[in-house]
């Protein structure tokens, strides 16, 4: 059942009011983790709200409650809740994005303003939230929006779940999931998620795994006050000495964890998933070009890629407290935090890792017999995902992809991580489908962040084509 001709036409001669109706998302600021912009993720809820009520969604906007941010309380912006179709014989698909974005602003070194979307003449379309997540979300609202104007009924029953706190660590969703299992998300046959990328520039993908995290700072006090380096220097302990020496012991030059334990969770790949790697459409010189420099680890690629999607890496990413400042200011911190990761994958856990991370921390810290004290906080953990990648979701999505790009999408699984995949896989015991729209290159995050017009349009046409292929294909 191909997604009707008619449908792919429109898209393609809707491309301007489609990018005008990203550049309006895109335009509002909805910066979750500053306490200044929450106003904005207010307004992007009501804006995204208004617009899926036009196109026929029955929405409600759900109140969250409160959150603790930097010291003060604040609303979680409202999350919104959406259905279209009400057919008991077809099937349901859940959609969930996020119209939160990271912080932007043009001194980060944006060649244009950030909330203005700027296209380029060889496409692409540069905004903070265009690829990461308004984009895809525009092109769900863009499906919708052929459907309501032909008055064509929908292959599916569609509910969606739409955030605004997904960059802070989805503050209340899973709340929000558990409560509305046997409510709003009863029925539900399937997820879909489109807030991710392709491996590369040049090949569809699908992704059926994500890796989890546990993110900790490590700090470490002594003086009761920053000391002169002159009068104080190997007379007492140090605290930067002593936080050097312990993140040194965390992972080796090749990427070794060396924490006792973590690395032993991991059984070695199988043949049938090894052949999965070799056949990724993915190169080491992929790698060093999206790093921009000669510096992957191994020149075999599915080591590389292994050590992307099915083994857990540990990274160190900065120290609070030190001096970083322009000159030379001769200065011993009283106080210094240092903060490292470690990406999960199954069947590690969050509370299993952390444990094995403070044994040896408390170990190695003993052995350094210093005077200094020491402090482990966990600041952030999330569970890994791997679903089924043989499951009819992704069949259809295979099938969607190959009539739109004429391509066999890559099957990957990714190093990042999306909290709420686990939540709605384990809580409605479904199958859940991460249906990227966007390439390897789009900089989600990052300066000058941008989705091609091509993958936009594109994307547009496959979110659709999906669920005409979801329709057909049979329930295992």
């Known amino acids: 059942m191909p997604a009707p001709a008619e449908f792919l036409r429109y898209v393609d001669s809707q491309s301007d009011a489609f990018i005008g109706r990203l550049s ?31 196109v026929g969604v029955t929405t409600k906007q759900v109140d969250l409650g409160t959150h603790v941010m930097d010291g003060e309380t604040l609303p979680i912006p409202p999350a919104i809740l959406g259905r279209i179709g009400e057919d008991r014989t077809k099937k349901t698909v859940l959609v969930y994005g996020h119209f939160d974005v990271q912080p932007a602003s043009k001194s980060d070194g944006w060649d244009t303003d950030p909330f203005v979307l700027t296209k380029h003449e060889d496409g692409r379309l540069i905004g903070r939230g265009s690829t990461d997540d308004k984009g895809p ?125 973590v690395d032993d969770m991991i ?88 444990k094995l991370v403070r044994t040896y921390i408390d170990s190695e810290f003993a052995k350094l017999g210093t005077k200094n004290t020491m402090q482990l906080e966990l600041l952030n953990d999330a569970r890994p995902w791997v679903a089924d990648w043989k499951h009819w979701n992704y069949e259809a999505a295979k099938t969607a992809t190959e009539a739109i790009y004429k391509q066999t999408p890559d099957l990957m699984r990714e190093g990042g991580s999306i909290p709420v995949t686990l939540t709605f896989a384990e809580t409605l015991n479904v199958n859940v489908l991460l249906l990227p729209m966007g390439r390897g290159d789009d900089g989600a995050h990052s300066t000058n962040e941008k989705i091609d017009t091509s993958n936009y349009i594109e994307g547009t046409k496959l979110l659709g084509t999906y669920l005409y292929e979801v329709a057909v294909h049979a329930i295992a």
């Open 137 to 261: 979300i525009m092109g769900w609202v863009n499906v919708l929006q052929w459907h309501h104007e032909t008055q064509t009924p929908l292959p599916v029953n569609l509910v969606f779940c739409f955030e605004g706190m997904e960059e802070m660590d989805s503050e209340g969703l899973d709340d929000l999931v558990v409560r509305e299992r046997d409510e709003w998300f009863k029925g539900v046959d399937c997820v879909c998620i489109s807030d991710n990328y392709w491996l590369n520039t040049r090949t569809p993908a699908l992704t059926y795994g994500l890796r989890g995290l546990v993110y900790f700072r490590l700090s470490i006090s002594g003086p009761g006050r920053d000391l002169h380096s002159g009068v104080f220097g190997r007379t007492v302990h140090e605290p930067m000495t002593d936080l050097i020496s312990l993140m040194s012991r965390l992972v080796d030059q090749s990427g070794n964890i060396l924490i006792p334990g």
């Open 267 to 354: 059984g070695p790949a199988g043949a049938e998933e090894l052949a999965l790697y070799e056949k990724l459409d993915y190169s080491i010189d992929d790698v060093e070009s999206a790093a921009g420099g000669k510096i992957a680890l191994s020149d075999d690629k599915a080591t590389v890629l292994m050590g992307r999607m099915r083994l857990p890496s540990l990274s160190l990413h900065g120290i609070e407290g030190a001096f970083a400042g322009p000159g030379a200011k001769t200065v011993i911190p009283a106080k210094v935090g240092g903060k490292f990761s470690i990406r999960l994958v199954p069947p590690q856990t969050p509370t299993a890792v952390e």
């Open 24 to 54: 309006d998302a895109v335009s509002i600021a909805s910066i979750s983790g500053d306490a200044a912009y929450r106003p904005k993720v207010v307004e992007m809820s009501n804006w995204l709200n208004a617009e899926l009520q036009a």
